[in-house]
């Protein structure tokens, strides 16, 4: 089945920096590639997403690239906040009908 | 996007019982997924649950310990069975959302069950 590697597992940063957290897998099959934010106590919210056939989406302060030949893929957030710091996991399927399988995630701490 | 209203929010229970977890829907979806989330980990499958047959379970989850039930199109319920303090976890149902504007997976609020 899908494996998916993501590093770093914490992440500290000042506010107003950069922050990339980065995944790899293991399927070259895999053609959906979303990230969610989750907050202490709270469901995963999906944040950015990208699909196969595109390398890199951007959304306002977030972005997300993907490497098909590597099979990795990113995720960027600049001019970081507090607001930002949480857990997250970027995780990869095959086709519709499939389940997510998740990296363990990244814990991002912004401080002010 | 789909709307999941998952119950209950949370349960403590005694060790040797079993507590049964609904989500409810509110557009019909094909496939309907079940996640453990241990503390401070990540999510988990459990497994698909698709209308009108069993559910597929993955590798370290078995149907005895965790029935599902997939009556129909936007409905279905995992059932944890005679709990440990080892159960104690977040389980979560997740459907995948596809319109023609929209696309992704959403998940509902979570079950946070404490066996004692």
């Known amino acids: 089945g899908e494996n998916v590697e993501q590093h770093p597992s914490t992440l500290s940063v000042q506010e107003g920096d950069s922050a990339v957290i980065k995944c790899t897998y293991s399927?070259?099959?895999?053609?959906?590639f979303p990230w969610y934010k989750q907050e202490l106590g709270k469901r995963p919210q999906l944040i950015i997403d990208?699909?196969?056939?595109?390398g890199e989406k951007k959304d306002q302060r977030i972005a997300v690239t993907l490497n098909k030949t590597a099979k990795h893929f990113s995720l960027h957030i600049t001019e970081t906040q507090p607001e930002d710091s949480a857990v997250y996991f970027c995780?990869?399927?095959?086709?519709?009908?499939?389940?997510?399988?998740f990296g363990k995630g990244t814990s991002l701490l912004v401080t002010p | 996007s789909a709307v999941i209203s998952q119950k209950p929010s949370r349960d403590i229970c005694q060790r040797g019982t079993s507590l049964t977890i609904q989500c409810q829907v509110d557009?019909?979806?094909?496939?309907m997924f079940w996640y453990r989330q241990q503390p401070g980990q990540s999510l988990t499958l459990i497994a698909t649950?698709?209308?009108?047959?069993?559910?597929?379970?993955e590798s370290g989850f078995v149907i005895d310990k965790f029935p599902i039930s997939r009556p129909n199109l936007t409905f279905s319920t995992l059932t944890v069975s005679n709990m440990s303090p080892e159960d104690s976890s977040i389980y979560l149902c997740?459907?995948?959302?596809?319109?023609?504007?929209?696309?992704?997976?959403?998940f509902g609020s979570g079950t946070r069950l404490t066996v004692v």
């Open positions: 997740s459907v995948e959302v596809s319109s023609r504007d929209t696309y992704g997976y959403t």
């Open positions: 557009s019909q979806v094909t496939m």
């Open positions: 399927d070259s099959a895999s053609n959906y």
């Open positions: 649950a698709n209308q009108g047959s069993e559910a597929t379970y």
């Open positions: 995780a990869a399927t095959l086709n519709s009908g499939y389940a997510l399988n």
């Open positions: 990208i699909r196969s056939n595109v």
